[in-house]
Nanobody, 126 residues
């Protein structure tokens, strides 16, 4: 059973930065991609970013392009989300997820992922 554990969330002022981490364990097969989603109070969970495990291709939601970067360290089995120029509307619980899909179009949707972490809270104050 794959386990994903997020960390790095917290409270930050608007314009500030945070780096989220997601460490994976228990893998028994190759991963094709990992992603970040977020869910704000009263809203549905939405796609934030994803990265393919081969080729390093990255994918971003329009709302975070130019502000967030996604990266991963295969040796550490860790996924990162660097969030800069944070806005109050970035406030949400952030989840990392692992995908075994070979179709990049799936990375934008929850259905494209097989395992999920418990989430870490990010709060951006104005």
């Amino acid at each position: 059973q794959v386990q994903l554990v997020e960390s790095g969330g917290g409270l930050v002022q608007a314009g500030g930065s945070l780096r989220l981490s997601c460490t994976a364990s228990g893998r028994t097969r190759s991963t094709y991609a990992m992603g970040w989603f977020r869910q704000a109070p009263g809203k549905e969970r939405e796609f934030v970013a994803a990265i393919s495990w081969i080729g390093f291709r990255t994918y971003f939601a329009d709302s975070v392009k130019g502000r967030f970067t996604i990266s991963r360290d295969n040796n550490k089995n860790t996924l990162y989300l660097q969030m800069n120029s944070l806005k109050p509307e970035d406030t949400a619980v952030y989840y990392c997820a692992e995908s075994y899909s070979t179709y990049a179009s799936n990375y934008y949707f929850e259905r494209g992922y097989d395992y999920w972490g418990q989430g870490t809270q990010v709060t951006v104050s104005s």
